[in-house]
């Protein structure tokens, strides 16, 4: 990736001779890095952040690709791999490289637990609207984005197959859930009926294109005399090419812990935050959070809304991203992990939304779940949901009856809560 980052300052690539391998040199970064100082910052300095922010990843989703894969340098790849030349006759906006070519997917999520073992299928595949004339790499026929869904349930099932031993994201004690490998491929192989019908039909953001996929505040540097202003962003060796609907498009450090506003710009969803009605008769305590919400809601919404005024790509992939289409891809890809009750009842939902998945008249649903089925799997997956549910109930007690015996005053609480070590699926103390 760094190769089509020249032109920023502080990268340099090459070719060990020594090393037998690529490398990359990376001057320091200059600046400082913005979790230090984020904190500290007004309301308008964070919304300055925000705008340099969404106008980085406008320069991602201006250049495609012409399929999805992972990049690599055209004479690394063994021979006998696939590949697809990165070269004239890509969209005007494409990038061109006659060194680099599309190569297998080396995507970090189909190499975590084990996954890297798996003898698969790993692309790529091509997008027919490019124009080559060789036919699909994925063997499964379609266009680039269907036989990529396809695909990662083929990855993650043959992942299930594989393993003498699944990781496990919680406790299954006895009289509780149990998952098994026979449920999670029974799953998956329902979803590879249905996954060439899941992507989107719109090419603005199933089309491949480079990303940074962590950006969190110490990944990104600003100038301390400047505090508004970005010096460099780091941690940008990523090579998938990946559509855009499968990256991380919001920035991690926006992210947070409680309710989120309705996504869009119009009608109720352009509304802002508001505080709770009863916020003249909280705590102090109760008050100051409420308005730290406040805010984190509002910086959230911020970048949806910038995002849709200057790159609107990454509005209509936000709102695509709260789909069952999206709900299905994503669970799907790590059913080995997490407990396939939640796809299985995403799949019971798509059968009951297939016409509105398909269109009407279009091709039979081939999956049927009988009542007695659907009975059990919806207690399946309550009990999940109450498991989960509990456990975190479990977990916010303990940390409220902590913070209640060390904290000495209201000024000590949000530090604390920003020390408990504890943190949920999705990164949040």
């Known amino acids: 990736m760094a190769d089509f980052f020249r032109s920023s300052p502080g990268n340099a690539v090459g070719k060990s001779k020594i090393a037998g391998a690529e490398y990359i040199v990376i001057e320091k970064a200059p600046g400082i890095e913005l979790g230090r100082v984020w904190p500290d910052l007004n309301g308008k300095e964070r919304r300055q952040i925000i705008e340099q922010l969404v106008q980085y990843q406008k320069k991602f989703t201006a250049s495609t690709f012409p399929g999805i894969g992972s990049l690599y340098y055209a004479g690394d790849l063994d021979k006998g791999l696939s590949c697809i030349p990165v070269r004239e006759n890509l969209s005007k906006n494409a990038f061109i490289c006659k060194d680099i070519v599309i190569g297998p997917i080396n995507d970090q999520r189909l190499f975590e637990q084990g996954r890297g073992d798996v003898v698969c299928d790993r692309g790529p595949c091509k997008y027919f609207a490019h124009g080559y004339d060789f036919p699909p790499l994925m063997n499964v026929g379609g266009s680039c984005m269907e036989d990529y869904v396809v695909a990662l349930g083929r990855h993650e099932m043959s992942y299930v197959r594989s393993s003498s031993k699944l990781p496990s994201p919680g406790i299954f004690g006895p009289g509780w859930y149990q998952p098994s490998a026979d449920k999670k491929i029974a799953a998956l192989e329902d979803y590879i009926k249905i996954a060439r019908y899941l992507p989107p ?229």
């Open 201 to 429: 039909n719109d090419p603005l953001v199933t089309a491949a294109v480079l990303w940074h996929d962590d950006l969190h505040s110490g990944n990104i540097f600003v100038h301390p005399d400047n505090l508004t202003q970005i010096t460099c962003i780091i941690d940008r060796q990523s090579s998938d090419t990946l559509p855009l609907i499968r990256h991380n498009i919001r920035p991690a450090f926006l992210d947070y812990e409680g309710p989120k506003l309705p996504l869009g710009i119009y009608g109720e969803a352009r509304k802002g935050p508001q505080l709770p009605a009863d916020f003249q008769k909280l705590s102090q305590g109760e008050q100051r959070e409420a308005q730290a919400l406040v805010r984190q809601q509002a910086l959230y919404k911020l970048f949806e809304m910038y995002s849709a005024a200057e790159n609107p790509n990454v509005s209509r992939a936000l709102l695509h991203r709260e789909t069952l289409r999206c709900a299905l891809i994503d669970s799907a890809a790590i059913t080995a992990y997490h407990s396939e009750p939640n796809l299985k009842a995403r799949l019971v939902d798509a059968v009951d939304a297939w016409e509105e998945l398909v269109g009407r008249g279009g091709p039979p649903c081939p999956l049927h779940y009988p009542k007695e089925e659907r009975t059990a799997q919806m207690e399946d997956f309550t009990q999940c949901a109450e498991e989960y549910s509990t456990a975190r109930q479990k977990l916010q007690t303990t940390r409220e009856e902590f913070l209640h015996l060390v904290v000495k005053h209201d000024e000590e609480r949000d530090q604390w809560i920003k020390a408990w070590p504890f943190v949920n699926d999705e990164g949040n103390q």
